[in-house]
């Protein structure tokens, strides 16, 4: 029996090896010329496909990288201005103000003093203005008089008897005024007698002219 026992053992054993070699030859896949074909025409779609994704992520990539640079360059311009922006309010507000406020106070002083000033200033307009007027008076007299000077006489006779706009004296109206209504009775008195002849010798078949004025 115990001759038996170690014969069959490595028969076993060689059994079990050549189960599992043929387990395995099943389990290799086998490469045939047809599935080599399409395992390769789909490698190479899916590495095109790949490419072009990866280039369509190159050119976003780009894109994007593009657009970043535009913004840092933005932002950078961005904060040169604010930082110039600020050193002008700072040296505005070191110089510039107290400039403003020192020209603002002297300002201020003008302003009181031409107020203090603002009345004989006034007073001393109404006083030009009143020599203004004055001579300005005095021009127009000065005009009516030579306007009155070339004026003919009998115009002049006739603007003092008939108009109050002569410019002469009243005593000077007066004295004219008198003797032109001394003249104008005259001449009235003669037109009235000689009136009453010629009725009078008409009356009488007097000849014209003879006794007319007696």
Known sequence: M???IPHEEPNRHSESSDFSSSHEREQTPTWEPRN???AL???SKRASLQERQIKDLEGKLALDLSNARAIENLLQEVFTS???TSERARFATHNTVPHIERSL???LMVLNELEEQLPEVGAQIRDIRNVY????EKALDLMSSLEWLNTPTLKRLRTIIFTP???VSKKWKVAVRGLFALVFCACMWIAWISIRGAVRAHRQGLVWGE???S
């Open 2 to 4: 115990s001759s038996q």
């Open 133 to 136: 007027d004055r001579g300005r």
């Open 36 to 38: 080599l074909c399409v």
């Open 82 to 84: 604010i930082h110039q």
């Open 41 to 43: 025409e789909s490698t």
């Open 165 to 167: 706009n002569a410019p």
């Open 211 to 213: 006794r007319l004025m």
């Open 105 to 107: 106070d002297d300002d």
